[in-house]
């Protein structure tokens, strides 16, 4: 399964970020509504349900920027590979990090979980979807 989409969902009572990321069997023809928005500017939105066949759940205190909020990017140039599709904001960081976290359309789910897992993060998986 590989990666397609990631939903910033909010922030919690603590304060901790929520984030939806959304794992599909297929590549080939997945789109959702206002992906061709340039720039994205809030406008994409995940995929159809069809598409998506797992959804974890990332809480966490570590503020991720997501291309659906770029105001110089598109969804489909994180498709192309342009940019990622979220990436670790730096912001009020006394050093750059060692290892920046970021996430790429397409991304197999073995390499999401190992790069959440070195930063001591992990998904909270939803039931399995069975789409027909």
Same mark, same amino acid.
């Given at each position: 399964?590989?990666?397609?989409?990631?939903?910033?969902?909010?922030?919690?009572?603590?304060?901790?970020?929520?984030? *939806?990321?959304?794992? #599909?069997? !297929?590549?080939?023809? !997945?789109?959702? *509504?206002?992906?061709?928005?340039? &720039?994205?500017?809030?406008? &994409? *939105? #995940? &995929?159809?349900?069809?598409?998506?066949?797992?959804?974890?759940? %990332?809480?966490?205190?570590?503020? %991720?920027?997501? !291309?659906?909020?770029?105001? #110089?990017?598109?969804?489909?140039?994180?498709?192309?590979?342009?940019?990622?599709?979220?990436? /670790?904001? %730096?912001?009020?960081?006394?050093?750059?990090? /060692?290892?920046? $976290?970021?996430?790429?359309?397409?991304?197999? !789910?073995? #390499?999401?979980?190992?790069?959440?897992? /070195?930063?001591?993060?992990? $998904?909270?998986?939803?039931? *399995? %979807?069975?789409?027909?």
């Amino acid at each position: 399964m590989n990666l397609v989409y990631i939903n910033k969902v909010g922030q919690n009572w603590k304060g901790n970020f929520i984030y *939806e990321f959304l794992f #599909s069997d !297929i590549l080939e023809d !997945i789109d959702g *509504e206002g992906w061709d928005a340039y &720039p994205a500017s809030g406008n &994409p *939105e #995940s &995929p159809e349900e069809k598409f998506i066949k797992k959804s974890g759940v %990332l809480t966490t205190d570590l503020k %991720l920027d997501v !291309i659906q909020e770029s105001d #110089s990017f598109a969804m489909w140039d994180a498709v192309d590979g342009i940019i990622a599709m979220a990436w /670790e904001n %730096l912001e009020g960081y006394d050093e750059y990090p /060692e290892k920046r $976290l970021f996430f790429e359309f397409g991304e197999n !789910i073995d #390499s999401v979980e190992s790069k959440l897992y /070195e930063k001591d993060m992990v $998904l909270l998986y939803n039931k *399995e %979807l069975i789409n027909s």
